[in-house]
């Protein structure tokens, strides 16, 4: 955690060259501007301007917006040249007049944060993300050929993405990222990492570098990674399991009304934690639920509560894909929980039966989440809830 000071005395001692400041649009997608260390007093204390009708989300801006980096979030991008080092910086993004701006990603997040706060809740977060290998051609563009056609928790030599998931997970601790764990998944060339859980801020920011690190060792490594929800046909689908442990400062065991409030706003929000049309086709298959139901056993259930109690007792939600704004997504899932606990929320019975397997005349007993993307972004749409919470308009 750096101070400005300490930042202005980093980049001084460590021969820093370039600082890249980062932010996300709507989407999620990765942003950033370079500048050189001479303007970095500037960035700090006027910010740095660029076109916002250039992002996704922010077209209705007809003034540039200003980045201001945020010192606590300096990192070492380590692939970088060690003489002349590249240094990253996660930005608050506003107004000429230096007001927030209300579509800032982090900024709706942070809000969610001081919300939870000020009622008295701690929420951390860990994540897990999934993710596919797959070879380049000889143009170097991605293909459809999988690293490696290993299965579950397989090893080496079946294993091609060993070495991999060992240079992401070093190079995130250079970083000062900690993972908690990294294996091979179901499908072939599919690789999982996990993370400690932390706040939610600071694990959407490391959502964000993780995703920056895997992209750029599979490219060392003369691959592509993919992260989107369904890159093979009949194969498992990506998932991002989204872990929640959830506290009370007044000493209340909240975890169960938290709980019911992402199942009673669950449908709503999935537009932004499933956001592309491909997100669909992974529900329902492979143990990514489609059901909005609970268990403390069963993991085609759409959240599972792991059998630990205690300070590691924890919230598993199931149905989001990597494709999803982290910000905007922990935000979600915070004010849903807020709501639950507010109310009192009271979660349906545990269904604690396999729900992909089960005849139809059972799980037509339960709702489902939404089956297209269109079907999503309608039920947003004419959520009031959504509408009060996030600032984006639907086109």
Not at 345 to 355: A, F
Not at 365 to 383: H, M, Q, R, V
Request: hydrophobic letters at 35%; a negative charge; charged letters at 25%.
């Amino acid at each position: 955690m750096y101070t400005k000071d300490e930042v202005f005395e980093f980049i001084e001692q460590e021969d820093v060259k370039f600082i890249r400041l980062f932010f996300c649009d709507i989407n999620g997608r990765q942003k950033n501007i370079s500048i050189m260390p001479s303007e970095l007093d500037r960035a700090f204390e006027e910010g740095i301007s660029f076109d916002a009708s250039q992002i996704c989300g922010f077209g209705d801006v007809k003034s540039d917006l200003l980045l201001f980096p945020l010192p606590h979030t300096l990192n070492v991008l380590p692939w970088r040249p060690s003489h002349g080092k590249v240094v990253r910086m996660f930005c608050d993004i506003r107004y000429q007049d230096k007001s927030p701006f209300p579509k800032d990603s982090r900024y709706i997040l942070r809000h969610a944060v001081e919300a939870a706060h000020s009622a008295g809740i701690s929420v951390q977060i860990g994540s897990e993300y999934e993710f596919y290998l797959f070879k380049l051609d000889e143009n170097g563009n991605p293909t459809k050929i999988p690293f490696d056609h290993a299965g579950y928790l397989d090893v080496a030599p079946e294993d091609k993405g060993e070495n991999v998931r060992r240079e992401i997970c070093l190079t995130l601790l250079d970083m000062g990222i900690q993972t908690e764990s990294s294996r091979h998944k179901e499908g072939p060339g599919q690789n999982e990492i996990v993370f400690r859980y932390s706040d939610a801020l600071r694990t959407a920011d490391n959502d964000m570098n993780f995703i920056t690190v895997v992209k750029t060792t599979a490219q060392h490594n003369g691959l592509y990674a993919d992260f989107s929800p369904k890159p093979l046909e009949g194969e498992s689908g990506n998932g991002l399991h989204i872990n929640l442990s959830v506290k009370s400062l007044y000493g209340k065991n909240v975890t169960m009304p938290f709980l019911a409030g992402i199942i009673e706003h669950i449908r709503e929000m999935t537009y932004f934690l499933n956001p592309a049309e491909d997100s669909y086709k992974r529900l329902g298959e492979n143990k990514a639920p489609k059901y909005i139901t609970w268990s403390p056993e069963n993991r085609s259930q759409l959240i599972r509560i792991p059998p630990i109690r205690g300070e590691h007792e924890r919230i598993e939600l199931r149905s989001p894909d990597p494709m999803t704004n982290p910000y905007i997504a922990y935000a979600l899932l915070i004010y849903a929980g807020l709501d639950g606990i507010q109310k009192n929320l009271t979660p349906p019975q545990p269904v604690n039966i396999n729900l992909q397997n089960a005849d139809k005349s059972v799980s037509d007993a339960f709702g489902s989440l939404p089956e297209s993307l269109a079907e999503a972004e309608l039920t947003a749409k004419s959520s009031e809830w959504i509408q009060n919470i996030l600032p984006f308009r639907f086109e």
